[in-house]
């Protein structure tokens, strides 16, 4: 499958894990987010997992797990102009 396939199938995802969340359906959304943080990590991803985890009442420790798989998140920062 092309690469441009495969962000566009995640982005969709994305949305409607978001949309999931919104309606109070935290256990798909958060399985839909792990999907995602597993194909393509990113941070923005990572945060929205550890809120579905807070909502659904998940002890530290998995939330610390998903700390630890944020902070090995490869930031693509660019050099920005001021």
């Known amino acids: 499958m ?3 396939n495969v962000r566009l199938r ?3 995802m994305r949305n409607l894990a978001v949309a999931q969340f919104k309606l109070h359906d935290y256990e798909t959304a958060l399985d839909s987010f792990e999907t995602i ?3 393509e990590p ?3 991803v ?3 997992i550890i809120i579905c985890r807070c909502f659904l ?3 530290p420790q998995h939330l610390k797990d998903v700390f630890s798989d944020m902070v090995r998140v490869d930031l ?5 102009r001021f």
């Open 2 to 4: 092309p690469e441009e």
């Open 10 to 12: 995640l982005r969709v």
């Open 37 to 39: 943080m597993a194909a």
């Open 42 to 44: 990113s941070t923005r």
């Open 46 to 48: 990572g945060f929205s």
């Open 57 to 59: 009442g998940h002890g």
């Open 76 to 80: 693509q920062v660019t050099r920005m």
